[in-house]
């Protein structure tokens, strides 16, 4: 069967780069109106058979993981932070994977790197981020401590809140090694498989880490792009798609889906020439709109900061996190316990961000 095109129904350039701006759930729903889909309920997968009522030149809803029972596995996580800190460290992940496949193709032979450390000395040359405040204030020091905040700018977490939705969204970004459109689910949309277990110098094993925030997104959507010089065979372009959570009618077992092109699972794409054009270079997007946060709601805006030192103690690398228009780079708490006396007990640890909306109390 013939992949369903985006070109059959719209302009590809304008239709991604409107796509790679969506922020809200009313965002996502009038771009998938644009397409041909197939409503949820005419379609259901079987996993033997996924081919069997496939409406040709339909985009469907397909399972994550391609498992229908698959609930329960992407409910798993405890605190609303958890998915975003999963997906963090994904981030984290594939930008030590773009270094190790770039070494890797100047020399197949390179040993890979034994841990997760020893892979951010050899590719980024920075310590372990709460070595930095430590560091003396040598000209060399300086020129680690600006690397590091440099490598910041390379993976991006956004929280943005739409005032007329009253709604969250949040916006994981990074620069790293992407994954080809024929290859996305089977990677960032797999459930129990990973492409990390035989890698000791990533974190990830499991497989299932980053899917745990569509449970807390009304939808979610990906956009993806390996690295053209990394391609291995597979053809270059960006992939691109919508998660949501599905409840059949008159079935208690819910599940989440996200839109395919072909039976098989693969997702929408646009070509090389488009994702170009529309000025999407490699790396991976993720956007949960609709984000529940839970108990305590609006404050959230000025907890994000804190939670996240929290949660990523000590993490591989810096990233930058934006709450609205006010930004600050993540190192950790680590790395804030030690700058504490060399910073002469300034209060480090009340980086002020706004509330979002006007300072009324959160949805719950
Ligand atoms: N930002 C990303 N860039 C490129 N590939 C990614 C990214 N995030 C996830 N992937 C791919 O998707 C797969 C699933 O990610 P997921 O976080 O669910 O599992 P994992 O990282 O392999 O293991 P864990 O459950 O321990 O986090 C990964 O194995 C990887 O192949
Ligand atoms: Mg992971």
Same mark, same amino acid.
């Given at each position: 069967?013939?992949?369903?095109?985006?070109?059959?129904?719209?302009?590809?350039?304008?239709?991604?780069?409107?796509?790679?701006?969506?922020?809200?759930?009313?965002?996502?729903?009038?771009?998938?109106?644009?397409?041909?889909?197939?409503?949820?309920?005419?379609?259901?997968?079987?996993?033997?058979?996924?081919?069997?009522? /496939?409406?040709?030149?339909?985009?469907? /809803?397909?399972?994550?993981?391609?498992?229908?029972?698959?609930?329960?596995?992407?409910?798993?996580?405890?605190?609303?932070?958890?998915?975003?800190?999963?997906?963090?460290?994904?981030?984290?992940?594939?930008?030590?994977?773009?270094?190790?496949?770039?070494?890797?193709?100047?020399?197949?032979?390179?040993? @890979?790197?034994?841990?997760?450390?020893? @892979?951010?000395?050899?590719?980024?040359?920075?310590?372990?981020?709460?070595?930095?405040?430590? &560091?003396?204030?040598?000209?060399?020091?300086?020129?680690?401590?600006?690397?590091?905040?440099?490598?910041?700018?390379?993976?991006?977490?956004?929280?943005?809140?739409?005032?007329?939705?009253?709604?969250?969204?949040?916006?994981?970004?990074?620069?790293?090694?992407?994954?080809?459109?024929?290859?996305?689910?089977?990677?960032?949309?797999?459930?129990?498989?990973?492409?990390?277990?035989?890698?000791?110098?990533?974190?990830?094993?499991?497989?299932?880490?980053?899917?745990?925030?569509?449970?807390?997104?009304?939808?979610? /959507?990906?956009?993806?792009?390996?690295?053209?010089?990394?391609?291995?065979?597979?053809?270059?372009?960006?992939? /691109?798609?919508?998660?949501?959570?599905?409840?059949?009618?008159?079935?208690?077992?819910?599940?989440?889906?996200?839109?395919?092109?072909?039976?098989?699972?693969?997702?929408?794409?646009?070509?090389?020439?488009?994702?170009?054009?529309?000025?999407?270079?490699?790396?991976?997007?993720?956007?949960?709109?609709?984000?529940?946060?839970?108990?305590?709601?609006?404050?959230?805006?000025?907890? &994000?900061?804190?939670?996240?030192?929290?949660?990523?103690?000590?993490?591989?690398?810096?990233?930058?996190?934006?709450?609205?228009?006010?930004?600050?780079?993540?190192?950790?708490?680590?790395?804030?316990?030690?700058?504490?006396?060399?910073?002469?007990?300034?209060?480090?640890?009340?980086?002020?961000?706004?509330?979002?909306?006007?300072?009324?109390?959160?949805?719950?």
């Amino acid at each position: 069967m013939k992949e369903t095109l985006l070109t059959d129904f719209v302009e590809p350039v304008p239709f991604i780069k409107k796509a790679t701006k969506a922020t809200s759930t009313t965002d996502i729903e009038s771009l998938v109106a644009t397409l041909g889909v197939t409503p949820e309920q005419d379609y259901a997968f079987d996993e033997e058979k996924p081919e069997r009522g /496939w409406h040709s030149g339909k985009f469907h /809803w397909v399972p994550v993981g391609r498992e229908r029972g698959n609930a329960g596995r992407i409910k798993h996580a405890n605190y609303p932070v958890n998915p975003i800190a999963e997906r963090t460290i994904n981030g984290m992940e594939a930008l030590i994977e773009l270094a190790r496949q770039r070494e890797m193709a100047r020399n197949n032979s390179t040993p @890979a790197p034994k841990s997760p450390r020893e @892979a951010i000395d050899r590719y980024f040359g920075i310590p372990a981020l709460d070595v930095l405040p430590k &560091l003396d204030n040598s000209t060399q020091s300086k020129g680690i401590r600006a690397k590091a905040r440099d490598l910041a700018r390379q993976l991006r977490l956004r929280l943005v809140f739409d005032k007329t939705l009253r709604e969250f969204t949040v916006i994981i970004e990074d620069d790293g090694v992407g994954q080809p459109p024929a290859l996305i689910h089977k990677t960032l949309l797999s459930l129990g498989s990973t492409t990390k277990a035989d890698k000791l110098y990533l974190i990830g094993v499991f497989g299932q880490g980053g899917s745990s925030a569509y449970a807390v997104s009304k939808y979610s /959507w990906l956009v993806s792009r390996r690295a053209p010089d990394l391609l291995g065979g597979e053809t270059d372009g960006a992939g /691109w798609t919508v998660i949501k959570h599905i409840f059949p009618r008159g079935r208690r077992d819910d599940y989440f889906a996200y839109l395919a092109c072909h039976p098989d699972g693969r997702v929408p794409f646009v070509s090389k020439v488009d994702a170009d054009k529309a000025g999407l270079a490699h790396g991976t997007r993720f956007v949960h709109a609709g984000y529940d946060f839970g108990r305590g709601g609006s404050a959230i805006t000025r907890q &994000l900061y804190q939670s996240m030192n929290h949660v990523l103690y000590n993490p591989l690398l810096p990233f930058e996190l934006y709450v609205g228009p006010t930004s600050a780079v993540v190192y950790g708490n680590g790395y804030r316990l030690s700058s504490l006396p060399s910073r002469g007990n300034l209060p480090l640890f009340d980086k002020a961000f706004p509330e979002l909306h006007g300072g009324t109390r959160g949805r719950s």
